[in-house]
């Protein structure tokens, strides 16, 4: 009698666990749940192991200490973001780990949306979104230190979503979501206006597409975006050199001088950083699918088209800059909201080409589970063990040492901090959030002369090569135009501190100088 109801205790114990592990692998509810408590560990471990900060990240420090309708030759929305963030829970490393974190939570989240709306199979759907963990763009770079391209990202998402929503179903709502997410996109990065012209040339090419154009509440979109963008767009015409500069100086890196070399040059370097954000995510879908992948390739949905027509429109626009204007280079962050729905892609041709091998499927979902319980772990030991990687990384740079060994000794604390570059003024104003901080780079940070008064003014510069070096000329730049060409230049100082995490006799060199303006 007992062994007979342990048998049956047991069966509908085995009843109740199938029972909820196919209610679970079902719906996939299960995969945002996932990413909420991966990008929570990552905000967690990040706000652990360092108070310093990345380049990117330590933009933020700096241009996070007023709002502007512009900055630099990146448009503005996550500076406000970030400032907005800033003003109400401080500014740390917490408040830009937490932001950062959360809006890419709000990138995979509405990745599956999107996935789930485009696709039948949920299982698909669900495999899209985690495969965004085998892009190594995705999982390192933009995790580590994208900022501006993570905004872009989730705009991209969510301007396809409610065109697809639009062409599906269209509402007065969601022709006024697409001009919203158009304009904040554009605010995001400018080559959002890229993604703006593909997705139209894909609605175009869309049987219902080319109905939704033809919709009188269609006049609703444009005029949105440009009501969103306008502000900025104002700024932007007046500071067109500030914009382009940069931007131009860095995507022509590669010029060798004639025109047909640099379009050569240019089109290598298009095809190379598309392989490389590309091929990872390839690899694993041809690896898990073998020939059924392969034989999808060939396979067509109307939705599989419309994810291919945006690929091709951009590709052609790329080209069509690469002859008109001589681009040379090509930064993978820049063509990552291009290329990070091409999981998507695929998934939609495994669709087309009907039911996949359920063990095929069950084995897809492996790799990026394991990705993001290894990832964490992967990014914190670069940190932790920077011998094991044999490097140091900005993270190891000890700031906060040099702080409170230099800037706050003595009862010190300088009127205004005036460093060489974005990355040391932003990890300065990370650890002294109450005093101004200048960065020689960028010259919108600075201060007039009567804001700075009698100072004192403490100049840092970089170490050279891990030992003691000169005051840059860009310091002493800056003090002769603040002060007169007969200004006295201050006393040079070094202090070598340990690095984070780092061995003996491993030292980070500090170039300092105190400036009294009234002595000066």
Not at 146 to 170: D, E, S
């Amino acid at each position: 009698m007992k062994a007979l109801a342990q048998n049956n205790f047991s069966q509908m114990f085995d009843r109740i666990k199938s029972a909820t592990s196919e209610r679970l692998f079902s719906d996939f509810r299960w995969v945002d749940w996932v990413f909420a408590v991966y990008f929570c560990v990552q905000a967690a471990i990040r706000i652990s192991i360092s108070s310093s900060v990345r380049i990117d990240e330590a933009q933020q420090f700096v241009v996070g200490q007023w709002l502007a309708w512009g900055y630099d030759a990146q448009p503005p929305l996550y500076n406000w973001v970030q400032y907005g963030v800033f003003e109400i829970f401080g500014t740390s490393v917490a408040s830009l780990a937490i932001l950062k974190n959360l809006l890419l939570f709000l990138v995979y989240l509405a990745y599956h949306g999107l996935a789930k709306q485009l696709l039948n199979d949920k299982r698909l759907a669900a495999l899209a979104t985690l495969s965004l963990l085998t892009m190594p763009q995705m999982f390192w770079q933009a995790q580590r230190d994208l900022t501006h391209t993570v905004g872009t990202l989730l705009a991209v998402v969510l301007f396809i979503y409610f065109v697809v929503a639009t062409i599906r179903r269209p509402t007065l709502g969601s022709y006024a979501m697409i001009g919203l997410w158009a304009g904040l996109g554009m605010l995001t990065k400018y080559n959002f206006a890229l993604i703006i012209i593909s997705v139209f040339v894909a609605v175009l090419c869309h049987p219902e597409g080319r109905k939704r154009l033809l919709d009188r509440r269609f006049l609703l979109a444009p005029a949105i975006a440009i009501l969103v963008f306008l502000p900025h767009a104002l700024w932007m015409i007046s500071n067109m050199d500030r914009v382009l500069a940069t931007t131009v100086q860095t995507m022509s890196e590669r010029g060798a001088g004639g025109k047909l070399s640099d379009i050569a040059n240019g089109v290598i370097e298009l095809i190379k950083t598309s392989v490389a954000i590309a091929a990872p995510t390839t690899v694993v879908f041809f690896l898990t699918f073998r020939r059924s992948f392969l034989r999808s390739l060939r396979s067509r949905s109307q939705w599989s088209d419309f994810v291919g027509t945006i690929f091709l429109s951009t590709a052609a626009i790329l080209l069509a800059l690469i002859v008109v204007t001589t681009l040379t280079e090509f930064r993978d962050r820049w063509l990552l909201p291009f290329l990070f729905l091409l999981p998507l892609y695929f998934c939609l041709k495994l669709e087309a080409a009907g039911e996949q091998n359920p063990a095929d499927l069950k084995r897809s979902f492996y790799l990026p589970l394991v990705m993001a319980i290894s990832l964490p772990i992967i990014i914190a030991g670069g940190v932790l063990f920077p011998k094991l990687f044999k490097s140091y990384e900005h993270l190891n740079t000890p700031y906060a040492s040099f702080v409170n060994a230099v800037a706050l000794a003595d009862g010190k604390r300088p009127v205004a901090v005036v460093a060489t570059t974005w990355l040391k003024a932003g990890n300065i104003r990370v650890n002294m959030p109450n005093t101004a901080v200048i960065s020689a780079e960028y010259p919108g940070s600075d201060l007039s002369r009567q804001a700075i008064g009698n100072g004192p003014v403490l100049l840092v510069w970089n170490e050279r090569d891990g030992r003691q070096s000169a005051m840059p000329d860009s310091l002493k730049d800056w003090l002769t135009a603040k002060f007169g060409t007969t200004v006295q230049m201050p006393v040079q100082n070094d202090i070598a501190l340990p690095f984070y995490y780092g061995s003996d006799p491993d030292r980070y060199h500090f170039g300092y100088a105190w400036f009294y303006p009234k002595a000066g």
